[in-house]
Each structure stands twice: as C-alpha cells, then as structure tokens.
C-alpha cells in the first residue's frame, strides 16, 4: 500500500516567487495535516483537513500560505510570494481517525524541502 | 518556554549500550497523551511508541511519563547500529488533533 506521497522533493525559488506543494495522503484518509520544520527548529503543526474542510488552521503563518484540498483527496499548500524565511521542510501526514489520543500516530510523507534564497 | 523541551545530543553511544533520554513539556491537561517519534536522516518521522503514566516496553524500548514532575523518557536498552536516529518527544494538544513536536534528540550508535 502507497504511503503519503509529497511532490517535489525540493524545490528552490527566489524571494518573491510563488511554489505550490502536493500532497497526496494514504488512501482512504479523511484526514491530512501540514507540518513544516524550519532550520533548527522543531516541527510545528500548519493545519488539518477533515475531507475537504479545513478544521483547524491556527499553524498557518500568515496570509501568504494557502491550504486546499479540493474532492478531499489529493493536498496543496501555495505560499505565494515566498519569503527567505518560508524555507524549511514541509511535511504532510494523514491519519484515518482524527482523534490522535488512541494512538497519536500519524503517516507523514517525507516531506518537501523549501529553500528560498 | 517550548511546551515540549529536549537536549538536542548528540548522544554518541556504543553498541551494547543503555541510553535514556529525557523530555519535560508544559501546558498540560490531565488528559494530555505523548508519544515518541523516530526520525531518521532527511526521512519522515514515524511513530515508535505511545507513552504511558504506568510505563510501557516494547522490546528494547521503555518509555516513562511522571505528570507530577511534567517529564517523560525513552530508554533504550542493547543499542543497535540501526537505533541511530533523531528521537522526537511528541505531545498531544487539547483539542486531540494536533501533535506539538519537540526539536529531538539524536543518537549516534557506534561499533
């Protein structure tokens, strides 16, 4: 079974430019998260998805970064124009339950690296 | 103050070796649940073990969780080559639907 699958892999852009990240979550996973980990810092949570309705963006940085998930499939997150501090890794992961006490665990894929010089 | 805090090592450790590592978070509910992740290098990280207030093994991997003193630890007895990874103490939010990740603690096995 395919795990959460991100797309691209890296991805550099110039200050002012716009990238788009995919995400395609575990088949038959209502829910998906963004991630991301910026040099040095831990992982912070972005926002989750339950289908394709945001139930929690309180992570989102700013207005530059855009969540979709149109269908409830398949996840992109625009940050458009980027800054040099948008570099980092974003990780995506979904889950089949949205309650994480039970197990906490959660499919992350293996993330797309940003840099932004 | 992080709400979940760790020594980030590295920890360099033979094999054969017993390693602990500690975690302290804050901000917590009584029902508040933490788990440790494993991530290894430029790989995503994946879930190792829940943590328990009664203490839980898994094989050669004991986690801890004291609530009065607001730490919890991962001991990791026999070291292996392959137990070289970033260990990422993980809280989990009020709301149950968001993991707060410590910045990790990596761990270097040597031969």
């Known amino acids: 079974e395919a795990g959460v699958t991100q797309f691209p892999s890296h991805s550099v852009i110039e200050k002012g430019q716009t990238v788009t990240l995919r995400c395609d979550p575990i088949?038959?996973?209502?829910?998906l998260y963004w991630y991301r980990r910026v040099m040095g810092k831990e992982i912070k949570f972005l926002l989750h998805?339950?289908?394709?309705?945001?139930?929690?963006e309180s992570g989102m940085p700013n207005n530059r970064f855009l969540a979709e998930r149109t269908g409830g499939t398949y996840s992109t997150l625009k940050v458009q124009p980027a800054e040099l501090e948008d570099s980092g890794v974003y990780f995506c992961?979904?889950?089949?339950?949205?309650?994480?006490?039970?197990?906490?665990?959660?499919?992350f894929g293996e993330g797309s690296r940003l840099t932004v010089l | 103050r992080k709400e979940v805090e760790q020594d980030p090592g590295p920890f360099n450790v033979p094999e054969g070796a017993t390693v602990a590592f500690n975690c302290t978070y804050s901000?917590?509910?009584?029902?508040?649940?933490f788990f440790w992740y494993r991530q290894d290098c430029r790989k995503e990280p994946k879930l190792l073990m829940s943590?328990?207030?009664s203490g839980n093994e898994d094989g050669r991997f004991t986690a801890q969780l004291n609530r009065a003193s607001q730490y919890i630890s991962l001991l990791i007895r026999d070291s292996k080559l392959s137990d070289s990874a970033t260990y990422l103490c993980?809280?989990?939010?009020?709301?149950?639907?968001?993991?707060?990740f410590g910045a990790g603690t990596r761990l270097a096995v040597h031969p």
């Open positions: 993980v809280s989990l939010s009020g709301g149950y639907n968001k993991l707060i």
């Open positions: 992961a979904s889950s089949l339950t949205g309650r994480l006490a039970n197990t906490g665990e959660l499919f």
């Open positions: 943590v328990y207030s």
């Open positions: 998805f339950v289908k394709e309705s945001k139930q929690d």
């Open positions: 088949s038959g996973h209502d829910n």
């Open positions: 901000n917590s509910g009584s029902s508040q649940s």
